[in-house]
């Protein structure tokens, strides 16, 4: 564990930097980035940071189902930085830090309703057990001209060459330097965060990217994958453009992923999914069956938008299934060829729109549940998995059925947080089939 600052300690960083003040951060349901702008000289000694227990709880469009979630009076929870998650802000323009904070309830529990609390929630279990759960996301995503008409089609951006790439360009090193600019500032951004990327790449899309973060702790992951997509946003917006995590931004182009390797060591360290012989254990076996047991009834946290179903198309890398299978990118749960130290699953089930520490806990869960009870997986999936029918939900009302009538699910994400969740997402679907698109507009306004 590495030494976390002292208030003296901060008060001197923070006057000899002349920091402002400090953004004090939690990711909200949707892994969107809300917070507090605080005074570097409070937050240093430690001031008490509050706010109403709801809203880490609010949908996309703002507003948060009260009943029959919260209690009536509204009540606080407290925002407790975690220090180990201190960084200089690397936009902001005058001097500026930002912590991830943990919402706790007044009594001191974490609150059930925070998804930061989820995933710390299931992180415990793993370490009652002396367990740690190593996790690598994988982090697609498109940049297009800054969207001013939501009822256009997103444009990719005109790059150095004065005109936006057209076609499908996976691995084009022309198109990646294309947008150099950007790279470069982003990049430096990572760097102040602390998140190490292992590689990037063009990915198939047109304007469409993706960046693998190096593998680590469970926790750090997801406040790197979380600060990871605040600040694409907020350096393509220097950039005229928009960073776009939407699970399927551009009707016929490929759509955007958050893929998580996931294995889990032990206290010394070692990959309790392989033996002493290099070979796969029981427990991986286990997690695997697990996964494919539990993540049916979780989908919704996966896929957590109307937009989300449109990604698990058939013949698009994206899954459809969860079969497993040993360097098969058509099964939902891929094994890739490596060294037994490096033996692990990646699920592909989660669109670059889920929210990281969500979809990581209950992945996580579902991995743990299998290993606790033994859970046999399918036979391995050999050839292509998408010649099979489609195992998933295909809606997201399905998903929000199957998620609703689980009992599973309560007991690996807490009761408390699958019914807000549950309310929180009929709210969002409430207020999109109020919407008249323009699909309805095109095929419906000459003869209807
Ligand atoms: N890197 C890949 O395998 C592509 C994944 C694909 N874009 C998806 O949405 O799942």
Redesign the pocket.
Known sequence: MSHLPTAADLLQRFSQEGVRDVECLFPDVSGYPRGKLMPAASFARGQELRMAQAIPMQCVTGEYSYDPIFPDEDPDVRLVPDLATLRRSPWASVPRYLAVHDCVELDGELCAFAPRSVLKNVLARYAALGLSPVVAP?I?FYLTEVCTDPAQALRPPKGRAGQGEVGQSAFSMNLLNALAPFWDEFQAALDTLGIAADTWIH???CS?Y?INLLHGDALQLADQAFLFKYAAKEIALRHGMNAVFM??PIAGE????M?LHQSVVDAHGRNIFSDEAGQATPAFAHYIGGLQTYLPDLVLVFAPFVNSYR?YVTG????INLQWGEDN?TAGLRVPLSAPAARRVEN?LA??DANPYLAIAASLAAGLAGMQTQCAPTAALVGDGYQQTHELPQTFMAAHERLAGSLHAQELLGPDFIRAYLAVKQLEHDHYQAEITAWERRYLVGQA
């Open positions: 994988e697609e990915e198939v899309g469409q993706e699970a399927k490929a759509g955007s992923s893929h990604r698009s890398q994206a899954p990118r592909r669109g670059a």
